[in-house]
Structure formats: structure tokens, C-alpha cells
């Protein structure tokens, strides 16, 4: 410093106190995608965008979309077009034409918003994040309540607006088509079952065959500065780094250089990048299995059942991916990669901004608002879900920062379930496809039985037995589509 | 010969354009290609998935994508 002058040095201590925030902020970013990557990616998600992309190149569409006819009792068009739902839209491109087809062909307005409400809820990505980041208990509510309400609110449209939507011309659209072949069940079966070999915790799983304790002096070392980087701090969530994690990581990143010509090329052919990409995945997953300690005098390694189990899986998805003509490999790689690249960076930004976010969000304003389970508390889980646009996926780590923060589980629930389903993308493209007043119908809807999962869910955390919940819920479906019903009819009456 | 290739514009959907554009080249033909994006277009063909492929507006497939030894069949036929 040249100028020695009272003015600079006070001025340079200023700047001293916004760069230390700017630091800690980028560090609470970084920590979050640190510990991010390395916890929740793996077992979990790289699984499920295989899984994705077997879905979506291997399973033809029309073996779901030929049960969606107007000939096809009610019971199996509301489960065909939640079943399409969670098995077809993994990507929201797939949604839009799959929604409008539904609709102006026949199969009607009811099972149309079945699928338009329980897609981005339940199909396999988001469903297996949100168990391995919220609890199996969060992933198993949110799939029970979309599904429900995704069936109940499709069948109060198709009450409310029975005018008008007398079944439209059936033609070849729901004709014929193949069914899904064994070879690929089994394939699916088999990722599947990676998926949960990876992510349960079972005890079987977790507890250790054998273990062995290789000496490495500088292992301490280096988590104790692993600590000092991404500090663990219970209080706020934040999970730390592992050597283990570390590993991962920069595994990680050598499977994304791979996979940029070994998945991105690959309908060409199979290159060598292909065989690399796919025998590292392997290496990461099995590894990630392991259990891996540091010591005092080196690295402590521990064979689970989950790293045999998940060895073993891998092994076996060789002989069944080679029933497949070469071609579908191809495509199944392509499609998977292609999630991936539209995926993976938007996970990635959105994890880093939740942990910048986290830092300047008092816990205290959030048990404010949604501290119990209160009708105003899930309210506001809706509205901040419906005004709130994430990009897929990044729901889940936002729901996680608020439970850290100390939202009750009920509003939370409320939360996921308004986020995915209403924005004001889909609301737009709703309202193109079915008209204004059904889509504010809808998204009326959607609201009121969101808050009323929330409500629902919360109850059941603070100990309401399920019976009578199941009970008060029942109750209120038949009321409301009773009165709906009765409406319905009164109107056609006064018409003719 | 006139191609139509049916879709929102998703990866796919390009995907079967550059296909199909690779297919017709090897073969030598002579083709005009279309690339369908507007909704109500693409649901006047009996068809409820994307991407699709029409040729000579006979649909050849629908949601899922065909391999270049298919599509050359149809170009042939």
C-alpha cells in the first residue's frame, strides 16, 4: 500500500469484511456441491439416468398408450395414464405432445391431467433423489399422494367439464403396437435393482464382511484439511467431505470427460470412450459402495454386502444388455447421456445457489411461517412452490435446506408436491392444449389438494393414526366429487 | 419424395432429421424434408407419440427411433 492515509485503511478494512462474506459464501456453495456430489449423486442418480434412458429408448411408448383408448374402462385408462406418467416423461419434451394426445385423442380429459399431474412427481429420477436426499419416508408419501390426488383431481375435471368432452374420434393412435419384450423387463429389473442395492438401508447391506487397514501417513492429514474446507456442521445439515468423498469425485469428473465422446458418439458405434465410460461407471459405483475410513495410521476399508451386491449387478448387466440388438445399446446409451447433459448441470448450479442462499435465510423465518403443521404454514409451502420455478430435480435439495432450517414435514410435502406440477411454464402450456378455464380449474386444484397433502402428511408426523386420516380424506374426496357430481348434473339439466 | 419428421424440436426429434438426412444421402435420392413443430399439425397424423417419422404421409414410426437399415427399408419401398 503506498497511501498510508487514515480514509484507505479503514476503507481496506471495509473490503477485508465483504470479502471474507463473499469467501464463505462461495464456500457454503461449494461444500454443498461438495458434499452433494459425493453423497447423494452416486448410488442413487447415476443409476437412475440409466435407468431413464432405458425407459425412454427401450420401452415403445404405444405398449402404455394402446390401454389410454376410449374403449378402455375408466379403471385402466386413470392407471395406464398414471403409469405413462412415471414411465415415459422423464423429460418434460415427452410431457407436452403425450398430454395433448391423451386429451384430443379420446381417451379424455380425466386421464389427461392423471398424467399431466403425477409426471413430474413420480417418474424414477426424481422419485430415487428424493429418497436417498429426504428419506425412503418423504419418496414414499410423495408418490402415495400424487398418485391419489393425480387420479382424484383428473376425475373432478372430467366431472366438473363433462359438456363438452364426450369421447373426441378414436383412430389408429391407440391401435395395436408391441409390447414391452422380456429381454428388456429383465434389463429394467436388473438397474432397477442396482438402484435399491445402492440406496436402501438395509442391515444386511450396510453391516461389513471383512475389513483391512492399509497404512497411509498422509490420510489424517488430508481429511483434517478436507474438514477445514467443507466443515460437517449437524446443526445446518452440511454432510463434510471423506477422502472417500474426494475420490468419488474426481472419478466423477473422469467418467464426464469419457462419456463426452464415449455416450455422445456412441450411436455411431461403440468406440473405445464407450467401453472406458462404462467400466469406470462400474469402478465409481462399486467403490461408492465401500465402506472407507481414514484412521490414525492410514485408510480403513470395509467390504458391505451393498459393494458385493452392487458388483454383482453390474457384472450380470453384461450378458443381459448383450440380448439386445446393438442398435438399442446404442440408443439406451445415447438417451442416458442426453439426460445427463440436460440434467446434470441444472442439478449441479441449483445445488451450488441453494448453498449460497442457505447462508443469508435465518432459521428463524422459516419455523416462522412453516415451523408446525398449520393450514397458513402449508399454504405458504404451495405458494412459494407455485410462484418458485426450479428447473427438475432441484426441488429436492431445496426441500432439503428448508427441513435443515426447520420447516415441519407437512408444509414441506405441500411444497413438493405444488413445485413440480404447478409453474407458470406448465400452466401456459396447459391452458393451450385444454383452454383457460380448465387450466385455472386445475391449477385451483392442484393447489387446494396440495395443501391438503401437506395437511395430511404433517398429521401423520404428529402422530395421527393413519386409519383416521385415511378416513377424513376419503370422506372429503366423496364430498367434493359428490357435490361435483351434483353440480354436473343440475347444469346438464338447466341446459337441455 | 417428401419427409416429414414430427416433433416439438426435442433432441430426438433432431436426432431422426440427421438420421434420416444421412440415410437418403447414402442412398442417393432426391428428397424435400419438413420438420413438423407445430402441435396441432403434428396430431392431425394418427400418431400420440413424438418423434415421428412420415414419408410420403404414410407414417412409418412413432416414439421411438428407428435404426438406418429400417428407415432405408421405407426409403426403398
Redesign the interface.
Known sequence: MVFVAAGGSVKLRFAEGEMELLLSVLQNGVASLASYLAAHVLLCLVPAFFIAGALS?LV???SI?RFLGPEAPKWVSYSAAAGAGSLLAV?S??I???F???Y??GAGLGPAITFLFFAPAANILALSYTGVALGADFAIARIVLALSFGVGIGMIMAIIFRQGDTARLA????AGGVGISRSTLLFLAALVALLLAGTLKFDWLTAGLFSVELPWASGPALQAQLGRWVPVDVATGAEGLSVQGLLLIGLLGLIGLAAWRGLGLV?NGFNRHTWLTLGLTALTLVLAALGIRTTENGLLLTLTGRSVVVALLCALLLPLARRF?A?DVQ?WL??TW?FIR?IFPLLVVGVFLVGVIRTFIQPQWIQAVAGSNTLLGNLAGVVFGVFMYFPTLVEVPIAKMFLSLGMHPGPLIAYLMADPELSLQSILITSA?IGKLKAWTYVGLVALFSTLAGLAYGAWVDGTPLLHLALLLAGFMLLLSGSLHLIGRFNRVTVH | MLIKIL??G???CN?LEQLTREVVAELGLNATFEHVTE?DK??AY?????PALVIDEVVRV????P?KDEIAGWLRA
Open positions: 429408448a415403445p411408448q404405444q398408450i423429460c419434451c415427452t407436452q405432445p403425450l395433448a394426445g391423451i384430443k385423442k383412430d389408429q393412435a391407440f450411436d440388438e442398435w440408443q445415447w438417451e442426453r440436460q392444449i | 416433433g416439438s426435442c433432441a430426438k436426432r402441435m403434428i396430431m394418427p400418431i400420440m407419440t413424438t412413432a416414439g421411438r427411433m435404426g
